[in-house]
């Protein structure tokens, strides 16, 4: 029984798209993130909401957009998708927000653009 | 901005010998977070550390908080092929600064 899991886990896709990840939790979490990681393996936080509500939006292109419509699912929307869009995209939840508490990953999507 | 700093980025050992990653921070921060991620995985959590000059253990793994609580440390003894991967540290969120949480990772390789 998979705690965070996260669809699809690949995704291929051209230039100027729009595609959604999907991801949900069964842990009971009140906090959910959406992480990027890049080729360099560099993990950088984009956005999470606690209890449906957003309370971290780091600088990203507002064409990427969160909608949490429960407590158990963080879903990300990119529009007019680009070339440096590719990375691997993780969700992850938390009991506690701002990563004050152990956050459990899911397995990623890994976004290619072409 | 970056909230915390890792060294070194890479580091590659022969099996046997011992590793460590160290984690700075600018700012003193309430609990720090390890993370372990094998090739092609997710991010694993290790361990978190609440107070000030805490020392924690897993086996052949040491986790060290500094006493300001702005600097960490994991070390493993006699490295394995299986302890390959990137290691993460991850403070808090800082909601005033808007700066993001994980370090820049150690990626460990190990020779067998």
């Known amino acids: 029984d998979t705690a965070v899991s996260q669809t699809p886990k690949y995704l291929v896709t051209q230039m100027g798209n729009d595609k959604s990840i999907k991801c949900e939790q069964n842990?009971?979490?009140?906090?959910m993130y959406w992480y990027k990681q890049d080729s360099k393996k560099f993990l950088k936080i984009m956005f999470s909401y606690n209890n449906k509500e957003l309370i971290i939006n780091e600088t990203v292109p507002n064409r990427f957009s969160p909608k949490s419509p429960d407590k158990a699912h963080l879903n990300l929307h990119i529009n007019s998708l680009e070339l440096g869009d590719s990375a691997v995209y993780f969700c992850a939840s938390s009991q506690a927000p701002n990563m004050n508490t152990e956050a459990f990953f899911g397995q990623g999507t890994r976004l290619t653009v072409v | 901005g970056q909230q915390v700093m890792q060294i070194p980025q890479y580091q590659h050992v022969q099996e046997g010998e011992d590793f460590t990653t160290y984690c700075n921070s600018s700012?003193?921060?309430?609990?720090i977070q390890w993370y372990k991620q094998r090739p092609g995985g997710h991010p694993v959590f290790l361990i978190q550390l609440v107070k000030s000059g805490e020392v924690k253990k897993q086996k052949r793994l040491t986790f060290q908080f500094g006493e300001a609580k702005k600097n960490s440390s994991l070390h493993i003894t006699a490295t394995q092929t299986t302890d390959v991967g990137t290691y993460f540290c991850a403070g808090p969120y800082n909601t005033n600064a808007g700066k993001s949480t994980f370090g820049d990772g150690t990626t460990l390789t190990v020779k067998p």
């Open positions: 700012t003193t921060l309430s609990n």
């Open positions: 842990l009971g979490h009140d906090t």
